[in-house]
């Protein structure tokens, strides 16, 4: 099993370009989280997807975007990037069983860095 | 809205000596309460949960937390620390009523240094 995978590793982008970063859940996890980390910071969350749909938000401008696919995959679309978006990008996964808790498992992330 | 505060930024322990970080949290529903740690260049581990009856919770790595509602707090310890628990650790929340996978809230981080 390999857990959470992130793509890409690292990724440098100037002001006002479009960057996409994408999400493999671990094998058998149907909902996927993504948290922006500022260095010296905890986690923020962002939005979470399941069943394809957004199901939760965080306090984050619409120039941040996402999309889940049939395969359980997720993207993160930040439009528009300004300097402040550089950050770590976490992607977390986990199964949807209503009130069973089932731990959110963290990918190692994608490094964005905004010139 | 949750919040979680982590007193200090930078803890440093000898080899062998207690670990205590400190973590209170605000929330106005019954909560979940988490201590993540994160190695450099990596993602978040979970370290363990509390998420039910039981307020001293026992996790991985010989980590421990103790959830008190009265002091609403939820520090981690270990009683001997290693020079492979250098590290930073961050607390979170959830608000319990969300359902296992509402949104976590973190802490600004603990920065973990064991001096040999």
């Known amino acids: 099993d390999a857990g959470v995978t992130q793509s890409p590793t690292h990724l440098i982008k100037t002001r006002g370009q479009q960057v996409t970063l994408r999400c493999s859940p671990k094998?058998?996890?149907?909902?996927v989280s993504w948290y922006q980390q500022a260095l010296g910071q905890g986690p923020q969350f962002i939005f979470q997807y399941y069943e394809e749909e957004e199901r939760q938000r965080g306090n984050f401008p619409d120039r941040f975007s996402g999309h889940q696919f049939p395969n359980y995959s997720s993207e993160l679309n930040v439009n528009a990037l300004l300097l402040g978006d550089s950050a770590l990008y976490l992607c977390a996964s986990s199964l949807e069983q209503g009130r069973i808790y089932n731990e959110q498992f963290f990918g190692p992330g994608t490094r964005l860095t905004v010139l | 809205a949750q919040s979680v505060t982590q007193l200090g930024s930078h803890v440093s322990v000898s080899e062998g000596a207690l670990v205590l970080l400190r973590c209170n949290y605000s929330?106005?529903?019954?909560?979940?309460l988490f201590w993540y740690v994160q190695y450099p260049n990596q993602g978040l581990q979970l370290l363990l949960k509390y998420t039910s009856a039981a307020t001293l919770v026992k996790g991985i790595n010989g980590f421990e937390a103790e959830f008190k509602k009265s002091e609403t707090s939820f520090h981690l310890t270990k009683p001997s620390a290693h020079m492979s628990d250098a590290a930073e650790y961050f607390c979170a929340v959830s608000d319990k009523r969300g359902g296992s996978n509402y949104k976590l809230t973190f802490g600004k981080g603990t920065l973990l240094t064991v001096n040999p």
């Open positions: 929330s106005s529903v019954p909560p979940y």
């Open positions: 094998s058998g996890h149907d909902t």
